[in-house]
Nanobody, 130 residues
Framework: EVQLVESGGGLVQAGGSLRLSCLLS????????IGWFRQAPGKGREGVSC????????WYADSVRGRLTISSDSAKKAVFLQMNSLEPEDTAVYYC???????????????????????WGQGTQVTVSS
């Protein structure tokens, strides 16, 4: 059974940092793209970053590029999202998900689509106070 479990969310002041973790089980991490999405209250789910573990290629949404860094650890079956210089606009529930669509496609379209992703975690809340 494929499972994704996010952790690391919390309350932080603007300008602060958080590191989100996504622990995966039930499949081989090396064969997939892992993405991070977020959903703020009253808004749709937005893709923020993804990593294709076979070649390490990554993509970032324009709104987070330069502040967020995605990485993976195949041995731990984990993907991380280091979030720096957080802004109140980053407040949302953050989800990780798996896909067969590579980061190259994300770069080509400059987006990731929820329809590309098959399995999702339950999410972790990130709240940034001003």
């Amino acid at each position: 059974e494929v499972q994704l479990v996010e952790s690391g969310g919390g309350l932080v002041q603007a300008g602060g940092s958080l590191r989100l973790s996504c622990l995966l089980s039930g499949f081989t991490i090396d064969r997939y793209t892992i993405g991070w999405f977020r959903q703020a209250p009253g808004k749709g789910r937005e893709g923020v970053s993804c990593i294709t573990t076979t070649d390490g290629s990554t993509w970032y949404a324009d709104s987070v590029r330069g502040r967020l860094t995605i990485s993976s650890d195949s041995a731990k079956k984990a993907v991380f999202l280091q979030m720096n210089s957080l802004e109140p606009e980053d407040t949302a529930v953050y989800y990780c998900a798996t896909s067969h669509v590579t980061s190259t496609a994300a770069k080509e379209f400059n987006t990731v689509r929820t329809s590309w992703y098959d399995f999702w975690g339950q999410g972790t809340q990130v709240t940034v106070s001003s």
